[in-house]
């Protein structure tokens, strides 16, 4: 009796096999600093409102205004908004880029893709997504790192092994 050690896989043999380069397709077209810069913009934008809105209407229920809070308070009112931002920021920005992209990026044209120029997962979206606060800790010089490589990328796309390019 003779023991194998190779396992056969019918399902694999006819897949074809994946790619060896770190860069997008040569037709992809990196997306502008600009572009990138818009689409931010709007999507800060978009999460500022609905995180105003929301902060409103629980003053509203609680028929309170600013100027009603004393020091102590508005101090704790103002770190339950930072935290309700923060949730909406992770949540909207891993979501929506795991998922074919933001609000802004939709409009501005541009998406978030692998190296490979696959999509990406939620988990790497996420790690994209913290990495922008990284990205922001000094006077922003994570973004502006976009400006300094031929990928366009700035330090949250470095760390998560991303890319954005332009659709259409």
Known sequence: MT?????????LENRPA??????PPPEYKYASFIRRFLAYLIDNTIIAIYTLTIAKAGMLYHGLEISDLDP???????VMIWLLQTIT?????????ATGGTIGKRLAGIRVVALGGAGISYGRSFVRCLGYYVSSIIVYLGFLLALLNSRRQ???DKVAGTVVVEIG
Do not use: K
């Not at 920021?89 to 880029?97: E, I, N």
């Open 154 to 156: 700035a330090l949250h």
């Open 72 to 78: 102590d308070r508005l101090g704790t009112f103002l």
């Open 89 to 97: 920021f992770l949540a909207y920005f891993t979501t929506l880029t």
């Open 3 to 11: 023991l194998s050690t190779s396992i056969e896989r019918p399902d």
């Open 18 to 23: 994946p790619s060896a380069s770190p860069h």
